[in-house]
């Protein structure tokens, strides 16, 4: 490296909670750091003290990121680390005093989750969630009360999702874990939907596909694409596959053995088999389409007869006036005749009268 020529720049990232985001923090004034180290920092929260994680390094020739990250402010020492202690150990009187004054203001939508002192005691904070995460909160009075309880510190309210709460408060997962996903190894929550349930072929029970903050488990996550990938090679529910015994529909699909299901008709009775991906060709076939055509037993209606060489049907076909079309009695031209001689013969004579 040449005299002239600025150091490389040191980022570290670093983590202010066992499972939690990693925050990247510039590390040039104090190149002795390493990772496992504690470290003061200035977040929106005030001062914090955090365990650096690892380096960050970028890739070869690619450009610095936009804007600078915050440098970190010095090494934590004993003295920091053990006036840390002594703070967190006030976060649970903190706490209780605040679920109190929030049922005595009858907040009964507000969850108290947890209190956080600030390193040096010069923040409190309290994190609180309601059911509705969309949902505005009206604290002010209750946080105007902790900051008379507490007026060293500045007291502040900051509301948190129904997610964020359980991995705050902890606990056993819904499916018997010992510790929950997001309190194990989830750093991030990312989005679920109910799609997932369907193409994994999960019940959609709510009590079995919902956690224990309220929404859909995040672990119909993780298997999700490997699903999605393998359900693109195997045909659909309802559709018709090739197989030995001929046409069958497809009933179920088992993604992760590569097998479908299928029903076979036998005569009158049908019996659903387990083929693998070898065992069967798919078709474009419809189910309504591969039915076999019914039978006089079975109730079809027999096929109109075909029109002979006398019929009207094909005396029209051909271009002839069918037989006796136009005879009928009320305008046939013998039925006029026929009128009109009865009505001669009735006035008798009352017309003109024939030359002899």
Request: glycine share 10%.
């Amino acid at each position: 490296m040449e005299a002239n020529e600025p150091p490389a720049r040191l980022v570290v990232a670093v983590r202010f909670a066992p499972v939690g985001k990693l925050y990247h923090f510039d590390a040039s004034a104090h190149p002795e750091v390493r990772p496992g180290d504690r470290v003061v920092v200035e977040t929106t929260r005030g001062r914090q003290v955090g365990e650096v994680v690892c380096f960050v390094e970028s890739a070869p020739g690619a450009p610095e990121p936009e804007g600078a990250n915050k440098p970190i402010e010095l090494v934590a020492s004993p003295r920091e680390l053990a006036q840390q202690q002594c703070w967190k150990g006030q976060e649970a009187e903190a706490f209780a005093k605040c679920r109190q004054r929030a049922t005595q203001l009858d907040l009964r939508d507000v969850k108290i989750v947890r209190a956080e002192f600030s390193y040096d005691g010069t923040r409190l904070t309290f994190l609180v969630s309601t059911p509705d995460e969309n949902g505005r909160l009206d604290v002010k009075s209750l946080r105007e009360d902790m900051q008379a309880a507490y007026p060293e510190p500045q007291v502040s309210v900051r509301q948190v999702g129904p997610r964020d709460a359980a991995k705050l408060i902890g606990g056993i997962g819904a499916c018997g874990l010992e510790a929950r996903c997001c309190c194990s190894f989830l750093v991030d929550f990312n989005p679920v939907s109910i799609k997932m349930a369907k193409e994994q072929g999960i019940s959609l029970n709510p009590e079995e596909i919902t956690g224990m903050c309220g929404r859909l488990r995040c672990c119909m996550a993780y298997e999700f694409e490997q699903y999605a990938e393998l359900r693109k090679t195997l045909p659909k529910r309802n559709k018709m596959v090739q197989t030995p015994k001929g046409l069958a529909k497809v009933v179920e699909v088992n993604p992760l053995k590569e097998t479908i299901f299928v029903e076979i008709r036998e005569g009158e009775e049908s019996r659903v088999v387990e083929m693998g991906r070898g065992e069967f060709e798919m078709v474009t076939t419809t189910p309504s389409e591969a039915q076999p055509p019914a039978t006089k037993e079975q109730g079809a209606a027999e096929p109109p007869p075909a029109p002979t060489a006398e019929s009207p049907t094909a005396q029209a076909a051909n271009g002839q006036a069918p037989q006796g079309a136009g005879t009928s009695p009320a305008r046939s031209g013998d039925g006029r005749r026929s009128r009109r001689s009865r009505g001669d013969k009735r006035g008798g004579g009352g017309g003109k009268p024939h030359p002899q």
